[in-house]
């Protein structure tokens, strides 16, 4: 299965946790899996690390967001942004994914799951991210 299948996957998960509070991580993840994912092609594990990554990170991930949103409060981004932010956010920060796959990935999750403008705005926070990121390792 192609990678962008499975980060699908993981920002479904990353969105619905915004509205479950009730259920815990694992428990959504499995059920997920359980009701949407027929193919054994999956890499489970891919979708796994990506979803409980963006989660255990999600303060430091939050904040980060907060600093390229230019004034932008999280409660102010559409739950499908943040949700595909956070996803972007943890894999830039925290895999060694190339920065223009996981750009490339967000914008595209964006378009297809998101208003018009969200591919512009996700865009942005993103390249800011790169920019910093890239800053700090020199």
């Not at 993840?29 to 990554?53: A, C, H, P, Q, W």
């Not at 799951?113 to 790169?130: K, L, M």
Request: glycine share 2%.
């Amino acid at each position: 299965m192609k990678r962008r299948t499975e980060r699908t996957y993981a920002f479904s998960l990353i969105f619905q946790s915004e509205f479950f509070d009730e259920l815990d991580e694992a428990k959504a993840f499995n059920l997920y899996f359980d009701n949407n994912i027929s193919s054994e092609n999956t890499d489970k594990e891919f979708v796994r690390m990506l979803f409980f990554g963006a989660m255990k990170n999600r303060v430091d991930i939050d904040k980060i967001i907060e600093t390229y949103s230019e004034s932008w409060s999280l409660n102010r981004i559409s739950k499908a942004d943040l949700a595909i932010l956070r996803l972007a956010v943890f894999e830039l920060m925290y895999t060694d994914t190339p920065e223009k796959v996981v750009a490339n990935e967000a914008v595209e999750l964006a378009k297809n799951y998101s208003a018009d403008e969200s591919g512009a705005f996700v865009n942005g926070i993103i390249a800011n991210v790169i920019k910093q990121k890239n800053s700090r390792n020199e």
